[in-house]
């Protein structure tokens, strides 16, 4: 039983996949963060988008 635990906390094969794990929730985080801080900005520039293709399609 003791050999068993001591090879399990030795097998260092899992620890990759929970560390990209932790890396890529980070980086989810501070993707979200900022679109929620740039909000009012992306508003503005996909309604510019949408009147300039709205304008478009009527000249048309």
Not at 29 to 37: E, K, N, Q, Y
Not at 50 to 57: A, C, D, H, P, R
């Amino acid at each position: 039983m003791l050999s068993l635990v001591r090879r399990l906390w030795q097998e260092e094969d899992g620890q990759a996949m929970t560390e990209y794990g932790l890396i890529l929730g980070i980086i989810a985080v501070a993707v979200i963060a900022a679109l929620v801080l740039m909000r009012d900005e992306l508003n503005t520039i996909f309604s510019d988008i949408t009147s300039g293709l709205q304008n478009t399609e009527s000249g048309s």
